[in-house]
């Protein structure tokens, strides 16, 4: 029986060793050795790639642009996910029209999407014509909030569908009592749905953390970190290390590390946070 139990879990466990644990093995070998792209290998070097990388110019303004674009992303895409699933919660006449135009934009790849976005952005695309504008990506804020935008359109149907399961999953009777306690709805949705909801909003909020802090796909097509390197991602820097200019994959690898490290520090803090709220 345990033979059995272990010849289930072992394509599982083959899968996270080829594609998870060989490469993050590769990728720290790499980050402690002189490895360029055209040359290979030199030897040991450790720590020379992390210093390297915290000396690096760029480095702590695409730590702070980084952090700065998850947290915005991640307040206003929430915040908006949440008012339309609480729209689409119950039904009604137009709630199936809702709830589809809310996720067609999802099913559009981001790379497919920044595109869209790009051709829309640029000076000869019509509604900015028509509106006299230049450009909305010719300055770090406008090229900042123009990437939130996009994300925002592409992503908050997704996450409104992940918080829409959550609010169905509340029982009617919880609301029922809460009426008849003489609730209002402000008081309802404070102590009755926001708590209940929690869990939902907490993997949300992981998903969309960590999404923001890989971000590249958005910045690579609309900015390509511009103006002024003022929109270059920490993994922007990573792909602009190892193959654009420097074509130092042992600096990169060193900056991937400290990245890898990051998001187990943010996740396990959020994981942490909610499990001591639930109890």
Known sequence: MKLKGWAYAAPTALFVLIFFVVPIAIVARMSVSDWRLLTGNRGFNAPENYQDVLDDRLFWPAVWFTVKYTVVTTVILLGLALIMALIVQESGRWTGFLRTSFLVPSALGLASASLLFYALYSPQSTPLEFLGIDSFLGTPNAALWSTVVLIVWRFAGFYMLLLLVGLQAIPGDVYEAARLDGANRLQTFRYVTLPLLKSSLAMCAILCVTGSMLAFDQFYILT?????????????????????????????????????????IVNVVQFRGLRDKEG
Do not use: E, H, W
């Open 224 to 264: 390509k970190g511009g103006p002024d390197n003022s929109t270059i991602t920490v993994v922007q820097l990573i792909y602009n290390m190892a193959f654009y200019g420097q074509n130092n994959l042992g600096r990169a690898a060193a900056l991937s590390i400290l990245v890898l490290a990051a998001l187990l």
